[in-house]
């Protein structure tokens, strides 16, 4: 295939979500799949509810997740081309004045439903004449337009769901331009992926509708069979299966973020889940990129569980090698060395959980002795340095011997002692990085 272009296309009207997460990264593991280009578009043609500071926000969350666009685009900045691409669809008797009111529209909808026929647009404005037409401006009415649907069936390849079809007669001739004078989402985002050279649609399943009409515009603006080609994921709901929504607001990425989540947690749960592929952790975005098969989305909601994201995240976690996490140990202070990351990441379930470890490494610990007589023992037993992988085994073998202690009743107490606590990594690996000097403090009751 010729070079892709895939786009992700937020509207900067809030934070983003774990649910839009899905798309985003569906776009980018494409893109990487296939040596292809990723494009931000942000849809803020809703000049109020857009906010630059929302799409700052979606940039940050975007970088944090890895993503790093090719190119970024902001529709506020491309009206021109809206207008030109609006013009041609007028010169072309595709787009249509209308000048009903949102309550002519609605009781024209409630008399449909009475008669038992859909909430279809009837059309009535095209039979409007130029006189009419003035008749309402000069009320000062001003007109919306509407987009004249062809009734023909429209028919994609899904990339997700295969063959799908819609016909245009069960739909309404979509209003592209309100009457102040802006756009619609529709018109907007067709001319883009037009004008972009948009290969491949990747969004939710919630714009299926929106491809057929879409299709149809393409198609009155480029001609026949220019159609992108489009995918629609099933969306992640809530585990009771309701909809995410940016009201959700701990399940924002920024919240995720600073609930100390790994990003690669929320790329791997955001992607897997309801996917063929069994929800695991990965090293990647270029790992998780292998396990995409968009042909192999589950055509049912893929529920989102809190729980499994907290149980990834540690397994993230104990995935991640020490390259992988060297400036970020350094960046908390914590001891930037191999030995003390590959003893401590099977007991993090979030990443600042190292601090914890580092105090236990380095103190100060306050120890818990329960027997003073014991831990002298024990301290007196210490081998000299240098300490290795070796060095706890022999010593507890040492300190049985002569204690006549062994299992719990000989290892707990030395925990208590050495690190303050009841649970932790394996001590076997933690003993040479807490030392002999501060191994004997600590067994004699000195907080060390
Ligand atoms: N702004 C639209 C949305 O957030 C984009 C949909 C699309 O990908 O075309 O739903």
Not at 289 to 303: E, M, T
Not at 324 to 353: I, T
Not at 365 to 373: A, K, M, R, S
Request: proline share 6%; charged share 25%; hydrophobic share 45%.
């Amino acid at each position: 295939m010729t070079q892709p272009v895939v786009r992700f296309a937020p509207s900067p009207t809030g934070r983003l979500h774990i649910g839009n997460a899905r798309p985003a990264l569906l776009n980018a593991l494409f893109a990487l799949n296939h040596g292809g280009r990723f494009i931000l578009r942000f849809d803020d043609t809703d000049r109020e509810r857009s906010k630059a500071e929302y799409a700052d926000a979606i940039a940050t969350d975007l970088a944090w997740l890895g993503i790093r666009p090719d190119l970024v685009v902001r529709q506020s900045d491309r009206t021109a081309l809206y207008d030109a691409a609006a013009d041609r669809l007028r010169a072309a008797g595709r787009l249509y004045a209308c000048y009903e009111t949102e309550d002519e529209l609605d009781r024209r909808r409630k008399r449909q439903a009475a008669r038992g026929l859909p909430p279809i647009y009837d059309r009535a404005a095209l039979k409007l004449t130029d006189e009419e037409k003035r008749a309402f401006e000069a009320q000062g009415r001003k007109p919306h337009w509407r987009f004249l649907l062809e009734h023909r069936t429209v028919e994609w390849d899904d990339l997700v769901r295969g063959p799908c079809h819609v016909d245009g007669a069960s739909l309404s001739d979509p209003v592209l331009i309100r009457a102040d004078g802006t756009y619609l989402y529709t018109l907007p985002s067709v001319v883009d992926d037009v004008d972009l050279g948009v290969t491949h649609v990747i969004r939710g399943e919630d714009h299926v509708t929106n491809t057929a009409v879409q299709i149809q515009i393409i198609e009155a603006l480029a001609g026949p069979g220019s159609a992108p080609a489009f995918g629609h994921h099933n969306l992640l709901t809530t585990a009771s299966g309701e909809g995410l929504s940016k009201r959700l607001g701990h399940l924002s990425l920024g919240s995720l973020r600073d609930q100390g989540i790994e990003p690669l947690a929320v790329d791997a749960l955001a992607v897997l889940v309801g996917s063929a592929e069994a929800v695991r952790p990965v090293r990647s975005l270029e790992e998780l990129a292998q396990l995409v098969d968009l042909g192999r989305l589950s055509r049912a909601p893929a529920r989102f569980d809190e729980a499994e994201l907290h149980a990834l995240n540690a397994k993230v976690l104990h995935h991640l090698e020490f390259a992988d996490v060297a400036d970020r140990l350094r960046e908390l202070g914590a001891p930037a060395d191999d030995r003390f990351w590959l003893a401590v990441r099977g007991n993090c379930s979030v990443f600042n959980d190292v601090v914890t470890w580092a105090t236990v490494a380095r103190g100060p610990v306050t120890p818990v002795i329960e027997d003073l007589g014991f831990c002298e023992a024990a301290a007196a037993l210490l081998p000299p340095e240098p300490w290795g992988d070796e060095t706890w085994g022999a010593w507890t073998r040492a300190v049985a011997e002569a204690t006549g202690r062994k299992g719990k009743a000989l290892f707990m107490p030395l925990r208590l002692a050495l690190t303050g606590l009841d649970h932790g990594p394996e001590l076997k690996a933690m003993l040479p990085l807490i030392g002999r000097e501060r191994a004997l403090g600590r067994l004699g009751g000195a907080v060390a």
